[in-house]
């Protein structure tokens, strides 16, 4: 079982920067792809950003590659996600996902039926 704690998030002004983090539980962490999707007020949950197990494959959706940058740190059992030239239309709450990839580790998923554990979520909010 794993466990996963966002933490980052808050008020931001259109144009500014965040980092969210994602703290996960258990031994198992090098073992994990993870990913961050988000979902918007009235809108579903979205992809936004995943890595592979071994951190060599990252992807990212089409609205924010070039801005946000996915990054895993395997001794802090942490998956972070900067977050550059924010826009009002980033404004969700931003969740952290998890699966164990029994694979060789190097592909990074982006399908929410993917991923096996999901933290609360942690709210973003950019002002225009």
């Known amino acids: 079982q794993v466990q996963l704690v966002e933490s980052g998030g808050g008020l931001v002004q259109a144009g500014g920067s965040l980092r969210v983090s994602c703290a996960a539980s258990?031994?198992?962490?090098?073992?994990?792809?993870l990913g961050w999707f988000r979902q918007a007020p009235g809108k579903g949950r979205e992809f936004v950003a995943s890595?592979?197990?071994?951190?060599?494959?990252?992807d990212y959706a089409d609205t924010v590659k070039g801005r946000f940058t996915i990054s895993r740190d395997n001794a802090r059992n942490t998956v972070y996600l900067q977050m550059n030239s924010l826009k009002p239309e980033d404004t969700a709450v931003y969740y952290c996902?998890?699966?164990?990839?029994?694979?060789?580790?190097?592909?990074?998923?982006?399908?929410?039926?993917?991923?096996?554990?999901w933290g609360q979520g942690t709210q973003v909010t950019v002002s225009s």
């Open positions: 890595i592979s197990k071994s951190g060599t494959i990252t």
């Open positions: 996902t998890a699966r164990v990839d029994y694979g060789l580790g190097y592909e990074a998923f982006k399908t929410s039926y993917e991923y096996e554990y």
């Open positions: 258990g031994p198992t962490f090098s073992r994990n792809a």
